[in-house]
């Protein structure tokens, strides 16, 4: 029988330590690379939520800004925004989307900029950081209920996953259109004889109020 050699045997520790080693290398980068993940606001989870959230509470600060927005410090708010209808030209006042009805576009050029609250609070907080938004206007119908399928938009960019916020305005039959010149025009006229998009939700005596509309923002 061949007797093992001390050489041999010196050799055989070495490769099991050199194999020993090498695993040891391996399991050290995997560890690392596991460590060196980074999560970032649109990687899901907690960073995720957290930044929808504080961005669902920006949008809902700029409604409320909007709403209870003083006009004697020189921007309009919400209720007249909603009411800022041209009956002659059957759009909203110098609506700035030429090749959709209706719309504003999201730019501190157009009049929603200009003119109210709401519209330099989101150019200011969302457009200049890249965000889109839209701004719609959904009323209630003869039901009560909120109708989302013949909703109008005062501002459209599309389509997205996004964080939605909303306030509600209440139009009364004594209300008036609020754009320049048509101020004395009552909204249910409006409506009936013109192209007014929010329609009355019950009968001219039935109620004082006309309609409920709530204007939802949605960024992303």
Do not use: C
Not at 38 to 49: H, K, M, Q, S, Y
Not at 94 to 100: G, I
Not at 196 to 204: F, L, Q, R, V
Request: proline share 3%; hydrophobic share 35%.
């Amino acid at each position: 029988m061949r007797e093992t050699t001390q050489s041999e045997t010196e050799r055989g520790q070495a490769y099991t330590l050199e194999g020993f080693v090498s695993a040891m290398i391996v399991l050290m980068a995997v560890l690392f690379a596991l460590q060196s993940v980074v999560i970032t606001p649109t990687t899901g989870g907690l960073a995720d939520r957290t930044t929808k959230a504080q961005l669902e509470q920006e949008t809902q600060d700029a409604l409320v800004i909007s709403a209870t927005a003083n006009e004697s410090e020189g921007k309009r708010d919400l209720t007249t925004l909603v009411r800022y209808w041209n009956d002659s030209t059957d759009e909203f006042h110098n609506a700035s989307e030429s090749d959709v009805e209706f719309y504003y576009d999201a730019s501190n050029g157009t009049e929603l900029y200009q003119e109210f609250v709401l519209g330099e609070v989101l150019t200011d907080r969302f457009t200049d950081r890249g965000l889109s938004y839209n701004v719609e206007l959904v009323y209630q119908d003869e039901r009560g209920e909120f109708d989302t399928e013949n909703s109008t938009h005062l501002v459209y960019q599309g389509e997205s996953e996004a964080v939605i916020s909303s306030y509600t305005v209440t139009l009364l039959e004594s209300d008036n259109l609020t754009a320049p010149n048509n101020e004395d025009i009552p909204i249910r006229e409006a409506h009936e004889d013109g192209r007014y998009p929010i329609p009355p939700a019950t009968g001219e005596d039935e109620s004082e109020i006309y309609n409920v509309v709530e204007v939802r923002v949605a960024v992303w």
